[in-house]
Structure formats: C-alpha cells, structure tokens
C-alpha cells in the first residue's frame, strides 16, 4: 500500500525531490515575482501610511512563515523520535536556517515600518519579543546541531530540543502578554469576516489579494528550499559514510 | 541518592567548587549597578527588583557547566549511570545540589543586596518569596541544558544560549512578582504563574535531562 511513509527511504525521496523541485521553484517564483509586484506596484497607497504600507508583503508572510515553520520542526521531530527515520532529523535540520532567515526578515521589515509609523525601530512589544525569542531558539537549535559530531545523537538531542523549546516558546509568548497590548497590531488578513468577504474589520481586498499570492509564494519557496536542503544533507551524510569506508579500508 | 548529594555539595564547597563564584558575580553586579546608572534612591528603588533577578540568573547561569563537566570527564557519570539508583533521580539531586548551592544563598543574599539598591519596605518579602519559588526552576532547566551540552567540548556559551530563551517565562514572572511587591500591588497572578512553571519543571525535566544523557552516554 502506498503511504506517505514510503518516501522516508532517503533515495525514494531524492527521486520524488528531483522531479518536484523545478516545479516548486517555478512556482515559488512565479508567485513571488507576480505578488510582490502587483503588490508593490499596481496597489494604491494607503490612506495615513502611505507607501510604506507595502512592507506587508515581505512582513506578513515572512512572519507566518517564522512561526509554521517551526512547527514543522516540532513534527519532524516528533517523527524522529517515533519512527527513527533519518530524513525527518534531516528535515528539520535542513528547515531550522531557512526559519531563522524568515524571522530576521520579519524582524527587519517590522523594524523599518516602524521607524516611519511608530516612531521608534524597536519597543518591547509582545509581538515583537516573542519573534526575538523565538530567533534565539532558532540559533540555539542550529548550534547544537553544528556543536554534536556523532549524527545519531545530535538527531536526538536537537528533536528533545526542539520539543522542550516549543512548550517554553509557547509559554514566552503568554508570558510577554503580561505586560501590556502593545504598539503591534492585532491579527487584520485572518479575521472571521475575511472569509464571508467582510473588509470593515480587515485590509481591504485590494491589499489582500497580492497578500495571499506573497504568502503563497512564500511557502512554495520554503516547500523549494526544504526539498534542496534535505536533498544535500543527504548527499552530506552518504559522502562522510562513503570517506569513512574508504579510510577504514 | 543522599550519597551523591552529599558529594556535590561537598565538592562545591571545597575550594575551587562553584559555591563562591555565583554568589560574589551576585554581590559585583548589584554593588556596580549603582555606579552605572547614578545614585539617585528614587530610580534604584524603581530597578532594583528586576536587578537583584537579573543578578540571580546570570549567577546561576555561570555555574551551570560544573554540574556534569566534571564527572563526564572522570568518568563518575558513566559509573552512575549503571548505578543502581535510576538516572532521573540522579538528575533531580545534581539540580537539587546546584540550588541549594546557588540558588539559596543567593535568595538569602538577596535582601541585604536590597538594602544597597534601595529597594523599598513592601519589596521584601515578595522578593524573597518570588527568588525562593523561581531559582529551582532555574537550576533544574540548568541542568538540563548542562546534560545537553555534556559531551561538548567547551560547551560554555552554547549552553548560555540554549538557556537563555528557557529562562525567559520565568525571568518575566519572578521579576514581576518583585516588582508588583515593591510597589504594593498584588502578586497573586505572576506569582501562581512562576510557582506553576517552577513545578512543572521540577516534575518533568529531570526526566528530559536522564533521557538527554542516556544519549549522550551511549
């Protein structure tokens, strides 16, 4: 029977990533290209914010980005742990840089808006503490995976981690609550009404729509990235088992 | 059990352990706070709890490397890994052990060091309270970034950094706690959190860090 589970055979997968990849890319790029210049160009200033309103095309989906894809770490993870494949520690190896640029990428956007808008580059809002925190979990994960030679144990001590990581980044996000709402925002694309086409509450459609294609683009190019990088771990891990066997002999 | 948490505290205490170190880091940074920032009474007054909590974690965090450093290099972590008490047990007393010779003196050393920052009457007692219920939960998520990073060669700043982000919820409601006390407010809510995050460590870290060093053992 087919299952999912079947591409955890590392060559299986390398086929399926060869023939997914140029697709992926192609998307990716299409509707990154497409979104971000109807975005940046065929859109209409905004009311009070003016141009700098279209940072929202790289701010937005570089943050959801942040956030999902660590938990697609955590599910790695937690896939390791269970079916002791390699490929889902690879993944999630390959998948933790590609979140960290995502969250510096939000970070820097959201600091560049906020220059002009808020007046300041930085408050210790909780929005935006708990992305500071969230980069330091990113760091930490990918240095322990550099620091631990032996493969096998730095699989296991990254995926215990990342799953004690996750329910203190949980908890870090209700922690900074604490203080106050903050200058960030509340949730304005995923509103309730967005679906049953209400633009009182939201950003209006004219912004959403190049909004949605960004996003899009922006997980397809993660989608891209992941396939190439779990690709190359592979191919890292069967050159130092093909050096080994060449100097054991 | 009793054995080996008689043997670190023994160990620490002896000259060279890391009994002195966390405590004189605590007394530098709240004795140069003042120098710093100026000696006005009314913005000491207004820092010196989130000061004396700062002072508290950096000092646990400098003394995090000893608890498995030493026995993993001689060898002791291996004999009592196949000992007959259960590695988790192990785990809870190396915690216990870096609390008792961190975390207490530094609560007790707390109060005196408020004197020095001003820190205002009502204070006290919540500081001591929020310090006595939050510095386990630190040493216990210490020693498992300790068991993490075990078998690294001067593993000493990648464990500050995977800490570092533990430390925060607890950082954020002991301080709270601190600060809501010097300034006569209520402390129920931070303080129940911090009380709740410091037991749900202490229940299921240690269980984490003996499964962290299985690993690491193997």
Known sequence: MASIWQYANPAKFMRLSDTLLPWVSLAAALCLV????????????????????????????????????????????????????????LAAKAAAPIGAVMTVIALLTGAIWGEP????????DPRLTS???????YLGYIALWEAIENPETASDLTAILCLVGSVFAVLSRYAVNFWNQGLHQGASVMRA???????????????????????????LLFVALILMRTSTEIRKRRAAALMARERMS | MRALLRR?????????????????????????????????NALLSKIAAGILWLGALLACLLSLDRIFALDWE????????????????????KALAHWLTTGLPLTLAAPVLGILLSLPPEGYVWLIASLLLGTPALSVIGTFGAALTVGIKRGGLLLSLLVLPLYVPTLIFGAEVARRGAEGLT???????????????????????????????R
């Open chain 2, 74 to 93: 001689d060898g002791t972590l291996d004999l009592l890994a196949t000992a007959p008490v259960p590695l988790e047990m192990v785990c809870a007393a």
């Open chain 1, 34 to 89: 497409g979104g971000l210049i109807w975005g940046f160009f065929f859109t209409p200033d905004d009311f009070r914010q003016g141009s700098t309103v279209k940072i929202i095309y790289l701010h937005v989906p570089a943050a959801l980005m942040a956030i999902n894809i660590w938990f697609m770490m955590l599910v790695a993870s937690l896939a390791w742990f269970i079916r002791r494949q390699h490929i889902s520690a």
């Open chain 1, 193 to 219: 009404g967005a679906i049953a086409g209400d633009t009182e509450e939201r950003v209006s459609n004219v912004f959403a729509a190049p909004l949605f294609m960004c996003i899009a683009g922006f997980g």
């Open chain 2, 187 to 217: 402390v129920t809510t931070p303080l129940a959190l911090m009380s709740g995050v410091s037991l749900a460590v202490i229940a299921v870290l240690p269980f984490v860090s003996a499964l962290v060093l299985r690993v690491n053992l």
């Open chain 1, 117 to 124: 808008m808020w007046g300041t580059w930085w408050v210790w």
């Open chain 1, 131 to 137: 992305f500071l925190i969230l980069f330091l979990f």
């Open chain 2, 8 to 40: 670190d505290l023994t160990l620490a205490f002896r000259s060279g352990g890391g009994f002195g170190l966390g405590l004189a880091f605590f007394l530098i940074v709240a004795i140069l706070v003042p120098f710093a920032v100026g000696p006005e």
